[in-house]
């Protein structure tokens, strides 16, 4: 089973740096392949020593606490066994969902020490991260920002000093500076590297950087322009870029109009309630869609429909990930 693990990971590497410019630069997190690979392992695996598919648990679990805050999830966490994870033929994304699963469950995480090691090891020259070990060298913002945005939320979560903050810091500038003139029209990889900088930022406490924040600013002006320009070829993913620039950037606000938003979302919602791959009608369903059209009603206060089905097709895509 170790060789299909591996095979996933290349697979998912390859969709993570190959597709960088043709595609969001969160299409890694948005795509099936990655779950969908980690359950015909786990189908194919004895029942009784089944790998849990923390890439589904997570999205599922963040996706039924946004739809009722009340939700009682002590059976989900009862469910999941306190073991560590192995570390031999993992990447940062591994790990990543591993911990944020573990911490939204509260629960413990096991093999810290080693986890803060293999974090360390991924860091590059110039303080950002890397994917996993295979990569390191490579870097540049389309292929650093997210497994750097990923290597601070896990110090984060497991209270673990990062390495080499002034690096990171100096990185951060120079990143944020590049985005200025970055010749990117696709709204939602431009807005994604615009809102995750702006996120290290504020975890790194540098939110009173002049530099950086008027690098930041600039960026945001351009990008503005760029949201909805299409209403025909929306996405979710757009959607969500917008929400999150808004919660990023308090001072500047992109208009978003509610009523069209809430139509949209309806009229792409499979009948179980969830949301198929990218938002694109006739795809199967896809739980990290399903997370960020779940994510961008909340946030925009606006009704979700189906909302029975939907809750159906959470507990299930939980279950299947035990």
Known sequence: MKKKTTVVILIAITILFVLFFKTPLNNFLHSKTHSQALKSNKVSKDVNNKQIDYFTLFYALKSQKLIDQSININHIAYKVKEEPLLLKDKTLVDVYFYVKTMNLLEKQVYSKREIIKYVNSLQTEDGSFSIDPNTIGESDLKTSILPTKMAIEIYEDLNAE???N???NIWLTKSAKSLENFDESNYVSYGSYLYMLKEISNKLNLSGSEELNSYLETSLSNLQPLFLTN???ITVEEIYTATQINLFFKNKQISMDKRFIESFMESIQLKDGSFPLYGIKGRSPDITTTYLAVSSTKHLKVSIAR????KHYL????????
């Open 231 to 233: 209403k025909t070829k």
């Open 162 to 164: 990062i390495p080499n």
């Open 307 to 310: 909302q029975y089905q939907l």
């Open 166 to 168: 002034k690096k990171l």
């Open 315 to 322: 507990q299930k895509e939980l279950q299947e990930s035990l």
